[in-house]
């Protein structure tokens, strides 16, 4: 019988994982089935429970269960426990590990799909939400030079980067980077060499309330979702004459592939799938 994995979510029809996985099995030689199951928005526990019942091995967890998903884990990565939220569930017989992949599919996205290192880079994360807490670990593993988190709310902001403070620190004596926070307009005037949108302005087609020019001299701008065309945030940074823009594409793809060698301890080629996306939305 082949092995069952799944995504869970509310909504989840539009999911593209069960597409994405089911082309990882087929290049890798891995027998398994991946669904896409809708759990209720008060039943997440329960559906984790009857496909456990009915065989599960590992599953994806999306919006809005990822917090649920990291109670409900009975042992968590570092990474997961770093950003407080889990997108990929484990069942063995030690019980639940909760993971979190984003991190490492946005980095491998920019690092590897992009050709645009981290390394060095000063950077700028928009949004201190669950989005952006679930990346900045893997962004400070990548040694930036610098990492400032803005928001709406300067608090949140704020306190988001005091949670990190101790990567900051650096490894082995050696600095990771200088990491700040506070509102839209403390940036005014910063310059940055890559800016990663990790707020949700572009699932409501809005842009972002950033200073004038603040993109001007940015190497990349990347958001983290992505649609049919541009987003409103890649629009208003080509407006600002940023060259290199970027969708949240590419890091769907790669955290599937990093979710998918936590199960099966194999790495997935990527670049196909993500072609065969990119040439079904169009792009």
């Not at 030690?94 to 490492?104: F, H, K, Q, R, W």
Request: glycine share 12%; net charge neutral.
């Amino acid at each position: 019988m082949s092995d069952l994995y799944c995504v869970f979510g509310n909504p989840i029809g539009h999911s593209k994982s069960p597409a994405i996985h089911a082309a990882f099995a087929a290049e890798t030689g891995q027998d398994m089935i991946y669904e896409a199951r809708l759990a209720a928005v008060d039943g997440f526990d329960r559906a984790v429970s009857a496909f456990v019942a009915a065989g599960g091995k590992g599953a994806n967890v999306t919006v809005p269960f990822k917090e649920e998903a990291f109670r409900l884990a009975t042992r968590l990565s570092e990474r997961a426990a770093r950003a407080g939220a889990v997108n990929t569930l484990l069942f063995d017989g030690d019980g639940i590990l909760g993971d979190n992949t984003d991190g490492a599919g946005l980095v491998r996205d920019i690092a590897d799909n992009l050709g645009y290192s981290p390394t060095g880079r000063r950077i700028l994360l928009l949004g201190a939400g669950g989005a952006a807490r679930g990346v900045i670990a893997p962004l400070l593993a990548a040694r930036p030079s610098s990492l400032f988190i803005a928001n709406r709310s300067a608090d949140k902001a704020e306190a988001l980067a005091a949670a990190f403070a101790d990567m900051a620190a650096g490894q082995a004596g050696l600095p990771l980077a200088a990491v700040d926070a506070g509102s839209f307009a403390k940036i005014a005037g910063m310059r940055f060499d890559l800016v990663i949108n990790a707020t949700s302005a572009s699932l409501s087609g809005q842009s972002v309330p950033l200073p004038p020019g603040i993109l001007a001299e940015a190497g990349l701008a990347y958001d983290m979702m992505y649609g049919k065309g541009e987003t409103p945030f890649m629009a208003q940074a080509r407006e600002q004459g940023v060259a290199r823009c970027s969708d949240g594409l590419g890091m769907l793809v790669e955290q599937a592939a990093e979710a998918f060698f936590v199960w099966r301890a194999v790495r997935p080629v990527t670049r196909h799938v993500l072609a065969d996306l990119r040439a079904k939305l169009g792009r």
